[in-house]
């Protein structure tokens, strides 16, 4: 039978560990009892720095059942970090792992169909969430120009999918080998290749606390995602410089003809010359700036990945002894 380990991410979830250890103890009973999954099978609850009393629950919930697992991180190094430590963490030992949030808002009962894709020889099942209304309408407008946004720049994403997916030991050693310290997993995921599922699920309210994720970290991971995974932006740079040069010799061309025609003063009035240099001037302004602050953006990029920095440093493991596969 196959060993499955469900990765949680958790930071600041005091609120919400109770009723979702309480949840995911009762599923993966469930799939023990039916014999899907192998007895040594677990829940790896990983905590991402956090400031309450979240490892505190963490370590008791492990004491307490040895299907709980306890990962520490150092400190607070963000969602996709702490899942990359848990899924890197999981594994060692497991057949599948599956990662979700901790809030509940990825439904659990989608993990059924999931494992079940696995079984059918799926790699990669991802979570799909069918519906948006319960979201606002901001959040709805926000997420969906993000997904059009990075397709459009040559990103390979799943619509509406985020981190609630199936991987399997395969597809995670295949993820072990993408050493980029900028992580977008999402993006990194569908270029892993392999057999892969769809199972569509309802994505619920967060059941208690507060979201770890306003906007402006929600855009800076917009613009991490982007720059992660394509280069094009730099190009339509290139592509908009050489269209102002062909704008501007075509103008050259028009101001000429126009001092050569007569009344010839007249048309120049008409451009209303200082008007016209000063909205050239801001505008020239803000593109070259815009042109620079992208590719400032991905030489940063290359900054932070040629200092190939640790992406986390794990400060403490819980784990009732269970075999552990070489590799
Ligand atoms: N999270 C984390 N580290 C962080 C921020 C969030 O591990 O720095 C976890 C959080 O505990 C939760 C998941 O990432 O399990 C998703 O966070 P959240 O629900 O706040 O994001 P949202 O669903 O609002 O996008
Ligand atoms: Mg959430």
Redesign the pocket.
């Known amino acids: 039978m196959d060993i499955l380990y469900i990765v ?6 005091e609120e919400v560990l109770p009723e979702t250890s309480k949840r995911l103890r009762e599923k993966m009973r469930q799939l023990m009892d039916a014999g899907t999954i192998s007895p040594d099978s677990r829940v790896l609850l ?1 905590n ?1 720095g956090s400031k309450d009393r979240t490892w505190e629950m963490i370590r008791a919930l492990h004491k307490a059942d040895p299907l709980f697992d306890g990962l520490s991180l150092s400190r ?4 996709q970090n ?2 990359m430590a848990g899924l890197m963490t999981a594994r060692k030992y497991a057949d599948m792992v599956i990662s979700m ?3 509940l ?1 990825d439904d659990i009962g989608a993990v059924d169909e999931m494992v079940e894709k696995y079984h059918e020889g799926c790699d990669i099942v991802y979570g799909v969430r069918s519906a948006r209304d319960k979201d606002t309408a901001f959040k709805r407008g926000t997420a969906q120009s993000f997904y059009k946004l990075i397709n459009a720049m040559g990103g390979e994403v799943v619509y509406d999918h ?1 981190d609630y997916r199936l991987m399997s030991r395969r597809a995670l050693d295949a993820l072990a080998e993408y050493g980029e310290v900028n992580l977008f997993l999402r993006g990194i995921v569908p270029m892993l290749g392999y057999k892969t599922g769809v199972v569509t699920y309802e994505r619920g309210e ?1 059941f208690a606390g ?4 306003p906007l402006k970290k ?1 855009l800076s991971f917009a613009v991490e995602g982007i720059t992660s995974l394509t280069t094009r932006p730099l190009r339509l740079i290139l592509a908009l410089g050489i269209l102002a040069l062909f704008v501007s010799a075509v103008l050259l061309v028009v101001f000429v003809v126009q001092a050569i025609l007569p009344h010839a003063a007249e048309n120049w009035q008409l451009l209303s010359g200082i008007r016209a240099l000063t909205f050239l001037l801001v505008f020239c302004t803000g593109l070259i700036l815009t042109a620079l602050g992208v590719v400032g953006e991905y030489v940063g990029k290359c900054y932070m990945e040629v200092k190939h920095r640790p992406r986390y440093h794990i400060a403490e493991h819980l784990h009732a002894g269970s075999r552990e596969f070489d590799f």
């Open positions: 949680v991410p958790c930071y600041n979830e990983v991402d607070n190094r963000g969602h702490a899942l949030d901790a809030d808002q985020a967060r507060e979201s770890k994720s929600m």
